[in-house]
């Protein structure tokens, strides 16, 4: 229930569902008290400055001077306890009613009865009731009024009080009453069903915004909402996240000085909706400038994207259209390949060939088998399924994975050397496409990294604010005129490789956010170093 419910009285114990808003309440019962306190100030001074005769007391002088005193002291004390508010709304009201309702019956009855006037005075009481208090206790104190105006016709008959009596005139006046009680209680009917309609329209209301609130802080694209002056009222989880802050900036400035200039050079040129944003940790963010129109005021969006997560979304359409191109070449060229194999097998056990002969189909051979290994590596690629990336810890995985590559390439142990830099590492990333990448690494480090000069070094750490797994070989390295060749498809410096095989690794770690990267270690030693995402704080 939104909190604007609390601010409004139940004053009528009998009508719980018909309610006034706190503040106008009590500046109701401000006016009805002001009006109370002149009422009285007259009684006491027509009593006190009689200077023409009057009807006021003129039955009983003194009964209608205690009651104008105590009508006046009691004015006074509800004044006082309206302006601390010493006592809750509805009590106060209800017995300012009260009280009016007997005091001025029994002035009316020191007065000489209905015939002084002063009856009427009881309907402004019944229909400051039907402001005040409504519903129900409306009618209550009319009938309260109504008996009560009718018994003091009654017991001024029985005493002879009066020279006469008038029960038509009583009848009349408690018909009034009654009237405009019910009056009031109509409208208070009407106005109980518009505010429980309201509720339901703010009931629906604060539900759709925390559904709204809820979705856009759930968000993987980052949203940002500010205004002309770049106060920045709305920044989703998402959005934090990808700036590493721990909470909703206060501007724009706040987050990056470039960003706040790009903002202001948008509004005056709406050609400039884009900004690139470049954070501590080397993370791109792309972030697109929106209107907002909203009533007479005018908010902008902010949407943050994440180009290595945009870069995996073109990674996986670009795999999937090389999946079905090479799938359809590799069918085709697999039966003539496999007939030249079988053919050059054939002809290599003619028994009349010469040694020179034999060597030629030995060179078929070995090239159809080399041409093969192609086929199956691009069917690698379109085998290829979509980054299913979970959180690893690293420090056991690691030790998992070469303790079963050890065993599947029947390697020694003193072959590879594990060492973490810290304790506790975690990654977000599919540990099927990490093992592949692993195994690539792995494999080329012991075919060309001199694996008898020492042990292969796998290494995990931090780096750059990321998780980061390093292959350190002891072989010669890459020339440097090669390293910007060294990802693409079909290169190696090696008669014995495809090409295929960084390529690879290189795709797959896009696919998961990751960077494969080519260094040279502080001892100028050859290393593959993965930088993984932090699983800490990426998110699904």
């Excluded at 009931?203 to 979705?215: F, K, M, S």
Aim: proline share 3%; charged share 15%.
């Amino acid at each position: 229930m939104p909190e604007n419910n609390q601010s409004i009285i139940h004053p009528c114990p009998f009508s719980k569902g018909y309610g006034i808003p706190e503040a106008q309440a009590w500046l109701l019962l401000k006016v009805y008290f002001v009006y109370r306190l002149v009422l009285a100030c007259l009684f006491i001074s027509m009593y006190y400055g009689r200077v023409t005769p009057s009807l006021l007391g003129s039955l009983n002088d003194q009964l209608f001077h205690y009651c104008s005193e105590v009508y006046l002291l009691l004015t006074l004390a509800s004044g006082f306890l309206l302006r601390f508010r010493l006592a809750s709304y509805s009590f106060q009201a209800q017995f300012l009613l009260f009280s009016d309702i007997l005091l001025l019956t029994l002035i009316m009855h020191a007065s000489g009865g209905i015939k002084s006037g002063i009856g009427i005075l009881l309907a402004v009481s019944v229909a400051s009731g039907g402001v005040t208090i409504g519903g129900r206790c409306a009618m209550f104190f009319a009938a309260i009024a109504s008996l009560l105006v009718l018994a003091d016709e009654i017991y001024a008959d029985l005493t002879d009080s009066f020279a006469t009596t008038s029960y038509t005139y009583a009848g009349m006046l408690g018909a009034a009453f009654l009237t405009i009680a019910l009056l009031s209680y109509v409208l208070a009917k009407r106005s109980e069903s518009l505010l429980k309609l309201a509720e339901q329209h703010q009931q629906t209301i604060a539900n759709l915004e925390e559904l709204n609130h809820y979705i856009i802080q759930h968000l993987q694209t980052g949203i940002i909402i500010t205004n002309r002056k770049q106060n920045v009222q709305l920044a989703n989880t998402a959005a934090l996240k990808m700036l590493n802050l721990p909470k909703k900036p206060a501007q724009l400035c706040d987050i990056s000085v470039r960003l706040a200039e790009d903002f202001s050079d948008w509004l005056h040129n709406k050609d400039l909706d884009q900004s690139l944003l470049t954070l501590a940790n080397q993370t791109e963010i792309r972030i697109r400038f929106m209107l907002l129109p909203t009533g007479g005021r005018s908010f902008y969006m902010l949407i943050l994207e994440d180009i290595a997560l945009y870069n995996q979304h073109v990674q996986q359409s670009k795999l999937a259209s090389l999946g079905r191109l090479t799938a359809s070449i590799a069918h085709e060229i697999r039966n003539p390949l496999g007939a030249i194999s079988h053919a050059g097998q054939l002809l290599s056990e003619n028994p009349d060939f010469s040694s020179q002969d034999r060597r030629l189909t030995q060179i078929i051979q070995s090239n159809s088998a080399r041409v093969n290994q192609i086929i199956e590596d691009i069917l690698q690629l379109s085998r290829r399924q979509a980054s299913r990336r979970e959180k690893i810890q690293l420090k056991p995985w690691l030790a998992h994975y070469l303790e079963t590559f050890m065993l599947e390439q029947m390697i020694e142990p003193k072959a590879f050397n594990l060492q973490f830099d810290q304790g506790s590492l975690t990654a977000f990333i599919d540990p099927g496409h990490l093992k592949q990448i692993l195994d690539n690494l792995c494999r080329n480090a012991l075919t060309y990294g001199s694996p008898e000069q020492g042990p292969i070094i796998l290494r995990g750490f931090m780096a750059q604010k990321s998780p980061c797994i390093e292959v350190i070989d002891n072989g010669p390295g890459i020339e440097r005129e090669h390293l910007s060749h060294l990802f693409e498809p079909f290169f190696t410096t090696s008669n014995k490789g495809t090409g295929l095989g960084l390529f690879i690794c290189k795709e797959l770690a896009e696919l998961n956010q990751a960077k494969l990267g080519y260094y040279f270690t502080e001892s100028q030693r050859s290393s593959f170093r993965l930088y993984l995402s932090d699983a800490d704080k990426s998110f699904n």
